[in-house]
């Protein structure tokens, strides 16, 4: 099993700056690959971005691309998330996941977290 938690969410204005945290634990938590997802008020769930397990490779969505950074530190267990130029249109639970594979498809992921509210206003 692998446990993970999110933090960092919150209320900003648009334009701030916010960095959400993903916290890993549990005997089998080496390994995956993880990925961040998102999902407003009514909507599906959607990908966000995905980062390898050695860090190397990393894979967004093209409404974050250039905004937003997926970072890992192994030694600490936790995955990051640094999202830039926020919009309104960026409000919604933020979740990360792991996985064995390479997918930006909610249904291949293995272990979810319970998510962060991030709210972004105009």
């Known amino acids: 099993q692998v446990q993970l938690v999110e933090s960092g969410g919150g209320l900003v204005q648009a334009g701030d700056s916010l960095r959400l945290s993903c916290a890993a634990s549990?005997?089998?938590?080496?390994?995956?690959?993880m990925g961040w997802f998102r999902q407003a008020p009514g909507k599906e769930r959607v990908f966000v971005a995905l980062?390898?397990?050695?860090?190397?490779?990393?894979y967004y969505a093209e409404s974050v691309k250039g905004r937003f950074t997926i970072a890992r530190d192994n030694a600490k267990n936790t995955v990051y998330l640094q999202m830039n130029s926020l919009k309104p249109e960026d409000t919604a639970v933020y979740c990360c996941?792991?996985?064995?594979?390479?997918?930006?498809?909610?249904?291949?992921?293995?272990?979810w977290g319970p998510g962060t509210q991030v709210t972004v206003s105009s």
């Open positions: 996941a792991a996985t064995r594979g390479w997918s930006s498809s909610p249904g291949q992921y293995d272990y």
């Open positions: 549990g005997r089998t938590a080496t390994g995956h690959n």
């Open positions: 980062i390898s397990w050695s860090g190397s490779n990393t």
